[in-house]
Each structure stands twice: as structure tokens, then as C-alpha cells.
């Protein structure tokens, strides 16, 4: 039923079924006549129902990577993830699944001693495949996890190599299994600030004109890093001979305990990356064109190493009140 209002308006008044009423206001009686037409169609004998969805969490972390996962660098490996993460959590009906029942398992994970950090990534990886699907139109519901925030941590110092460390650890590696890939693989890291993936896939044609190129990289964009022409020479004779690089990482963990070097739970070659961009901000680089030799895509993650810089915070030691009582008593 359409009917005017006593200040002008047009009123719709649809029961299209029984049980079911719409009213709304419009300003013009077009409008109001296409609101009724609208839910009657609606609900017509042949308008479509939505079926409830009944895919489990798994089920949306494999449709994700069929539709965006297969696109990323790392997408099989954040699938295995978030599938581990699914039965973690039970692998509920997820479009049933809650931001309370979530936050009641990650308690108990964290309990049981799961890293915040590693809870924190798989929450950031769930909450992905949610806004991907949502974005796509393949589920009609809301992310459960919006509003569940990533566990505050307490953050870390950088760890990295000091010089001596570095020298012991290059002495170590001559008495591995491989050192020739071993020792060419840790000096490119250690020169370019590369990840160890990315140095051990170098093949020849990418080590030329006095730098090495790196591609199929985290962030997907090709970089290039100069490097000296004795590395060059190494990594390309190297090369040369053998093709690539094998994977050394056994004879890497021999060299680190060899050396006596101690690192914290979960890093390894990853220190290499650290120390490269460590002694670069040390040394007076420059923060942006550190992201640039790094490769990351935000300055926050290259932030990370900012106050490692030899003039970070100096007015600290001049404008302390300490200082400014010094110089009264004098």
C-alpha cells in the first residue's frame, strides 16, 4: 500500500508475505512504488533464497588461495598456517565462528606456551583470508575477527653479529661440509642485507656489473644491491662452476656453534639480514635508502634499526637534567 503523509511524504507499507512487513518513507510516490515492487520480487515464489553457508574455516582458508593465496610469494605457506590454525581452533562452521570462541582458544594456547608473536601472525593471516573472501564477494557475513586485536608484546632488541662474531663466524664456515656455498651464501647476506632465500636462488646472470639482483623477492619487486668486485668475483666463479647454490643451512647451524654464538629462540640465518642492516645505520647510513637495499615495501619495518644510529637521541646526554646540574656546579 502507497498512501501520502500529512507533511508531504509517500508512505510504503509492504507485507509481501505473511509475517514479513516493510515500511519506509520517501520524498516522491515513484520512489515508494519502486520500494514495494523491489520486496515483492523479493519475495516471489522463483526470487532465490541465500543458503546458509556451512563451509568450515578450512574450507575458506583453500578458497582463499584459489582465489587470491595462489598470487602471493609466500600464499602456500600462509595456507598451511592458517589451515593448522583452523583445527587449533576446531575448525568451526565460520560462518557460526566468534570473536569470543576465538579469544577463548587463543587464552589457552597462550597458556599452554604458545609466542605471542605466533599468535599474532595467524591472527593477522585468519583475519586476511576473512577481508580477501569478503572483498570478493564469496561470503555474506562480517569478519568475526574485526574487532580481536593482536596480543601487546614486549619488543625485542635487534639481534646482530658484532665484528669479532662475524670474523668467527666466517672462520667456522671453512670447516663445514660446504664451504665454498656456505661462505659465498653468508658473505651476500652479510654485504647486501639479503634474505637467505634470496641469496641462495642467485644464479649467474644475476650477479653482474658490480651488483647483485634479486627477484622472486617477499615484496615481489626486483632489487639490486652493489656489491665489491671481490664478491662479485666470488659469487660469479662459484656460479660459474656449480650452477647455484645448495642448501647449506645444516652447515650454517654447525658454523654458528662452532663460532660460539648464541642467538635467540627461532632466528638463524635471519641474523644476517640483522647484522647487515645493524652495522649500515651504525656505520651513518641512511634510513630510506636502507628500505630500499632491504626491500620493504613500509619504512616502519626499517624503524626497526633507526636507533641504532650514532646521533639517535643524542640531545639526551646534553639537555639531561644531570647535565644541567653539572654545569651549575661549575
Known amino acids: 500500500m502507497i ?11 509492504v507485507e509481501p508475505v505473511k509475517g514479513s512487513r516493510y515500511r519506509k518513507r520517501f520524498a516522491t510516490k515513484g520512489e515508494a512504488r519502486l520500494f514495494e515492487a523491489q520486496k515483492r520480487a523479493d519475495h516471489s515464489d522463483g526470487a532465490k533464497r541465500p543458503k546458509r553457508d556451512k563451509r568450515t574455516v578450512t574450507d575458506l582458508a583453500d578458497r582463499w588461495h584459489q582465489l587470491h593465496g595462489h598470487t602471493l610469494t609466500d600464499g602456500v605457506r600462509r595456507l598451511e598456517i592458517v589451515k593448522l590454525h583452523a583445527q587449533e581452533l576446531g575448525n568451526p562452521i565460520a560462518s557460526q565462528f566468534t570473536a569470543k570462541s576465538y579469544l577463548l582458544t587463543r587464552g589457552r594456547l597462550l597458556s599452554d606456551g604458545m609466542a605471542g608473536k605466533t599468535l599474532n601472525n595467524r591472527l593477522g593471516y585468519l ?6 573472501l569478503i572483498s570478493f ?11 580481536v586485536k593482536p596480543l601487546r608484546l614486549q619488543e625485542n632488541p635487534v639481534t646482530f653479529l658484532t665484528a669479532d662474531q662475524i670474523e668467527r663466524l666466517l672462520t667456522a664456515v671453512q670447516s663445514t661440509s660446504s664451504p665454498e656455498d656456505l661462505d659465498c651464501v653468508v658473505r651476500i647476506c652479510l654485504a647486501t642485507g639479503a634474505r637467505w632465500s634470496e641469496a641462495l636462488s642467485l644464479t649467474k646472470e644475476r650477479v653482474k656489473g658490480g651488483a647483485v639482483e634479486f627477484v622472486n623477492t617477499k615484496s615481489k619487486r626486483v632489487r639490486a644491491v652493489p656489491v665489491s668486485p671481490d664478491l662479485e668475483k666470488r659469487a660469479q666463479d662459484h656460479l660459474k662452476t656449480n650452477g647455484y647454490f645448495s642448501n647449506c643451512i645444516r652447515g650454517f647451524h654447525h658454523a654458528l656453534t662452532s663460532a660460539e654464538i648464541d642467538l635467540p629462540k627461532g632466528q638463524a640465518t635471519h641474523v644476517l639480514r640483522h647484522t647487515f642492516a645493524a652495522h ?15 626491500g620493504h615495501s613500509t619504512i616502519n619495518m626499517t624503524m626497526r634499526y633507526a636507533h641504532l644510529a650514532p646521533d639517535h637521541l643524542r640531545e639526551a646526554v646534553a639537555l639531561n637534567p644531570l647535565s644541567s646540574l653539572s654545569r651549575h656546579q661549575k
Open 3 to 13: 498512501k501520502q503523509l500529512p507533511d508531504g511524504r509517500w508512505l510504503a507499507d
Open 137 to 147: 564477494d564469496d561470503i555474506a557475513y562480517k569478519n568475526p575477527l574485526s574487532k
Open 127 to 132: 583475519k586476511a583470508v576473512f577481508n580477501a
Open 280 to 294: 649500515f645505520v651504525m656505520n651513518g647510513g641512511n634510513i630510506l635508502v636502507l628500505q630500499k637495499i632491504l
